[in-house]
């Protein structure tokens, strides 16, 4: 089923989200994927993250098999539902991964992308 517009009368478009949402999103879910290419190959894997100073830091247990982005154009996708609003919504950072001293690998956002659409259950709930 899709969701409604607001006036119940037409589907509701994707909303498209700020930057500052897009980056408020990513902080507060903290995990998601990354996706790279890899010998010539699209590579995409699970990832938790914190976002410190304005880029992407991944954690520890990650780092191993992020290796092979380093220096690399990279995507950071991560998608959730909002109880509250009840919007679901995606958001997607891309930028370069780089080494940061200590061995820590972090993405630095040039792009962010991001939309929210109602679910349509529950935007086609009468009122």
């Known amino acids: 089923m899709c969701p409604l517009a607001p006036d119940g009368l037409a589907p509701a478009e994707p909303r498209a989200l700020s930057r500052s949402e897009c980056l408020a999103l990513l902080r ?9 290419t890899s010998e010539g190959v699209l590579t995409v894997v699970p990832a938790t993250f914190e976002l410190t100073r304005g880029k992407i830091q ?13 220096g690399q154009v990279a995507t950071v996708q991560s998608d959730g539902f909002d109880q509250h609003s009840g919007e679901h919504w995606s958001v997607c950072a891309t930028g370069f991964v780089v080494s940061e001293g200590f061995g820590d690998l972090e993405l630095e956002p040039e792009l962010f992308q991001g939309f929210a659409d109602l679910d ?8």
């Open 58 to 70: 991944f954690r520890a247990r990650n780092l191993r098999r992020l290796r092979e982005a380093l």
């Open 28 to 36: 507060a879910q903290g995990n998601g994927r990354i996706a790279y």
């Open 120 to 127: 349509g259950e529950e935007a086609a709930r009468p009122s």
